[in-house]
């Protein structure tokens, strides 16, 4: 199995999504040729770092990458990791309103995500997805313990420096390539208006099984970001009583076990205890 084994063109559409995500254009506003994109995280995101290197270099657009640097924020002085790669296909980046409006400010474009690939996804969740799973109260009047919780879970994408038009654009391509309907949630700060795109349960599933190939990939300090933690033993109610969440393949949801294998550019890895419809 080769998931990384892509084509230009595939691996020019699988960067959009790190450049929706944490991602930009170094030089984007001079006229120097030299127009890279740059990925930076602080060090406590070293390992998914240090893997984005080693996809870099089996495609052959890696230029550099910095661990450990020292910068000073409002926070006090924290350190970064950064990595940078060439543009391939440098037009479908660089051309005004596909990634950056003519004041450069980042834009979710019909052009870039009726393009971006599954892996592409994954990069963008990575970068600023998120998985909440919260444990509440239950309405329910049983007295048995067990049923006197119950687990909530929806997930998001973090996009609060995209204007509202682009989550449009989002939202319509979501449901039309994917059908995965997402919601546009706001919030305000300063007399500001924020927005992020959410997704329920139920459509972050669909969302999982479209980046599925590639999970058992990627770090194993981001994994949490896609273990919705289903417990087997779970039931759910349906009309004329009630069914085993086995039976509807919830469990599919949880990050399986995995070993690290026979090195590939340290990315590639044997799966355990998967079965024939995860892999």
């Known amino acids: ?44 995101q070293e390992k998914y770092t240090r893997w984005l290197e080693s996809l870099f270099k089996i495609w052959g657009i890696y230029r550099y990458s ?27 980046f660089l051309k005004y309103n596909r990634f950056y409006d003519n004041d450069y400010h980042k834009i979710m474009s019909e052009y870039i995500l009726k393009r971006i690939t599954p892996l592409g996804l994954l990069f963008w969740f990575l970068d600023d ?33 995209y204007s509202y038009e682009s989550h449009l654009n989002a939202q319509k391509l979501f449901k039309e390539r994917f059908n995965i309907d997402v919601k546009i ?11 992020k795109l959410y997704f329920s349960a139920e459509n972050f599933r669909k969302f999982y099984e479209i980046v599925r190939p590639y999970i058992c990939y990627i770090p194993e300090n981001m994994q949490y970001k896609f273990d ?29 076990l995995r ?3 026979k090195k590939d550019d340290e990315i590639v890895h044997s799966v355990l205890n998967i079965s024939k419809e995860t892999v």
């Open 66 to 92: 910095h661990y450990n640097q020292k910068k000073m924020t409002t926070f006090g002085e924290l350190e970064y990791c950064t990595v940078c790669s060439d543009l391939l296909g440098s037009r479908h």
């Open 259 to 261: 070993i690290a294998s």
């Open 228 to 256: 919705m933690k289903y417990n087997p033993n779970r039931v759910i109610n349906v009309k004329g009583g009630t069914k085993k969440a086995v039976d509807i393949n919830f469990t599919n949801y949880n990050i399986p």
């Open 185 to 195: 949630h706001h919030f305000t700060k300063n007399n500001k208006i924020f927005y």
């Open 1 to 44: 199995m080769k998931p990384f084994d892509l084509s230009k063109k595939q691996i020019t559409y699988s960067l959009f999504g790190l450049l929706l995500g944490d991602g930009w254009i170094q030089n984007l506003r001079t006229e120097r040729k030299n127009k890279q994109l740059v990925i930076q995280h602080s060090m406590k």
């Open 129 to 161: 997805g998120y998985l909440t799973i919260k444990k509440r109260e239950s309405l329910s009047k049983k007295t048995n313990q067990d049923d006197c919780y119950r687990i909530t879970r929806f997930a998001g994408l973090s996009t609060y420096s």
